[in-house]
């Protein structure tokens, strides 16, 4: 048995950004859409930078046009999961992609990736709860939309809110309305920051937004004065290490800031982010992991129990997720 085989729990994984790209071409097909031009000449999704990659994320994501669609991406995405040893998983949903933040649309579509997570958890033993996400360069208004969808359907299946999406545009506190309408009907909080922004980005989440999940996260090692903050207020960061190389934000995996945030203290879980775009799946997230910092079992095992620990849903379903650990 190598690290690849232990069971895991992915916290930051979003729903579109792991289709695979022959699924999201057999859909283009079936719809005779035109997104040829996202794809490498083997078939991969084919992007320049990080600004790219969100453009083409959401040219894939145009195919996924009904609630039937996101059925078959959720039976796709968790098989993908399930086969690098996932048991547990949370996932970013978008109500802008589902809808258009439309909320009677909204529950359709959540209901159709409902009904597919059950059917998951019957065939692969994969259990599927859902983050609502909003998405930072549409703006705080279309935020404020996406908000009262999440308030809506908040409950034992949509467990958490959050923010993805472009760094770069907007504070964190342009969008507190969200965040507090998202904390008052019971969600709980996590936000995109320390990715393209530095630590300043992750001291304005915590600060401004009220998150203890911060996804990312790991640009927080550029304050060492943050990363006591975060390891002492037990904010848990979200990293995702395959993704950060692959966009360029550090050189290689020995490079990676996660061994030595986990060393300062501060709890850190492992995912994907959007895996097929970065060539990565949860096991080789360990094999990688394993190879570049001699992480053994008892590491990967101790931080499996973290992440279901940080996981967003309720005691029954952690105490039946613990027994797989
Ligand atoms: N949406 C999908 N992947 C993302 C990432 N890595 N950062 C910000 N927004 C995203
Ligand atoms: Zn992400």
């Known amino acids: 048995m190598t690290v690849t085989d232990l069971p895991k729990v992915e916290l930051h994984l979003h729903l579109e950004g792991a289709a695979p790209p022959a699924f999201i071409r057999g859909l283009a097909k079936?719809?005779?859409?035109?997104?040829?031009?996202?794809?490498?000449?083997?078939g991969n999704y084919s992007y320049t930078d990080f600004w790219h990659f969100l453009k083409v994320y959401e040219a894939a994501t145009s195919v996924l046009t009904n609630p039937e669609d996101y059925h078959r991406l959720t039976l796709a995405v968790l098989e993908?999961?399930?086969?690098?040893?996932?048991?547990?998983?949370?996932?970013?949903l978008s109500p802008d992609f589902c809808g258009g933040r439309d909320i009677g649309a909204w529950r359709e579509y959540l209901a159709a990736m409902r009904e597919a997570a059950d059917q998951a958890e019957r065939q692969m033993g994969i259990t599927l709860r859902g983050i609502i996400t909003c998405i930072r360069h549409f703006g705080p208004d279309k935020a404020r939309e996406t908000a009262r969808c999440a308030a809506d359907t908040a409950g034992d299946w949509i467990v958490g809110f959050g923010i993805a999406g472009d760094e770069k545009i907007a504070k964190p506190k342009d969008f507190r309305w969200s965040f507090?309408?998202?904390?008052?009907?019971?969600?709980?909080?996590?936000?995109?920051?320390?990715?393209?922004?530095?630590?300043?980005?992750?001291?304005?989440?915590?600060r401004d937004?009220?998150?203890?999940?911060?996804?990312?996260?790991?640009?927080?090692?550029?304050?060492?004065?943050?990363?006591?903050?975060?390891a002492e207020k037990g904010i848990v960061l979200e990293v995702c290490p395959g993704s950060n190389i692959a966009l360029g934000i550090y050189p290689g995996w020995r490079k990676?800031?996660?061994?030595?945030?986990?060393r300062r203290g501060?709890?850190?879980?492992?995912?994907?982010?959007?895996?097929?775009?970065?060539?990565?799946?949860?096991?080789?997230?360990y094999d990688l992991l394993n190879q570049a910092f001699d992480?053994?079992?008892?590491?990967?095992?101790?931080?499996?129990?973290?992440?279901?620990?940080?996981?967003?849903?309720?005691?029954?379903t952690k105490a039946k997720i613990a027994k797989k650990l």
């Not at 079936?30 to 083997?42: L, S």
């Not at 079992?297 to 101790?302: Q, S």
């Open 256 to 262: 990676h800031p996660i061994a030595e945030l986990h």
């Open 209 to 230: 937004l009220e998150v203890e999940r911060i996804g990312h996260g790991v640009r927080a090692i550029e304050d060492l004065s943050l990363v006591d903050e975060i």
């Open 30 to 42: 079936e719809k005779k859409i035109d997104i040829a031009g996202i794809f490498d000449e083997r």
């Open 80 to 92: 993908e999961s399930a086969k690098s040893g996932v048991v547990y998983s949370e996932t970013f």
């Open 295 to 316: 992480w053994d079992d008892g590491m990967f095992r101790d931080i499996a129990r973290a992440s279901l620990d940080a996981a967003f849903c309720d005691a029954d």
């Open 180 to 206: 507090d309408c998202a904390r008052e009907a019971g969600l709980r909080l996590t936000a995109h920051a320390g990715e393209w922004g530095g630590a300043d980005s992750v001291r304005d989440a915590i």
């Open 266 to 285: 501060v709890k850190v879980t492992i995912s994907t982010d959007d895996p097929p775009f970065f060539h990565t799946t949860m096991a080789r997230e």
